[in-house]
């Protein structure tokens, strides 16, 4: 990291900005290109979950390039000055890296809604099977993960 005096190597400060986050981005390449899409999310120490139709671009993607990124960022603040160019923002922010893989069992797609459902603040619950059914769970396994935090 370029600016040493923003980065954030307390881990649990960095799992604080993700738990405090409501969405995160998740970055894929699509044939060269980069696609992004803000996404609900879960939690768990090394794991995000995802939550999506059975179909769509981002599960093709997946399925031919499992390396994704991700950003998240939290407390974020416009820094006024009464000069327009010494304006600043204040954040706390995480980015990561990893691989995604799709999680296809009943009982995986249950926990990973119930991380998702606990991450909003909301009780786990029964799934009916026809709505799993028809749902995707992506799982991303966080190889890399760093924090960033300017006016704090």
Do not use: W
Not at 4 to 9: G, L, P, V
Not at 61 to 75: Q, Y
Not at 117 to 133: F, K, Q
Not at 139 to 148: A, M, N, Q, S, Y
Request: aromatic residues 8%; charged residues 30%.
């Amino acid at each position: 990291m370029r600016r040493a005096d923003r980065e954030i190597s307390d881990r649990n400060e960095i799992d604080s900005i993700i738990l405090g986050s409501k969405v995160c981005r998740l970055a894929l390449c699509d044939k060269g290109m980069p696609y992004i899409v803000p996404l609900c999310f879960g939690y768990e120490v090394n794991r995000l979950y995802f939550h999506c139709a059975s179909e769509g671009k981002k599960l093709d993607i997946i399925r031919e390039n499992p390396s994704v990124s991700f950003e998240m960022d939290t407390d974020q603040e416009l820094v006024t000055t009464e000069e327009g160019c010494g304006c600043s923002m204040r954040y706390r922010s995480v980015i990561g890296s990893g691989k995604a893989v799709l999680i296809s069992e009943f009982k995986r797609k249950k926990a990973a809604l119930d991380v998702i459902m606990t991450h909003y603040g909301l009780d786990p619950c029964d799934y009916p099977e026809s709505m799993l059914d028809k749902t995707s769970i992506i799982e991303v396994k966080i190889e890399d993960l760093t924090g960033k935090k300017s006016g704090y």
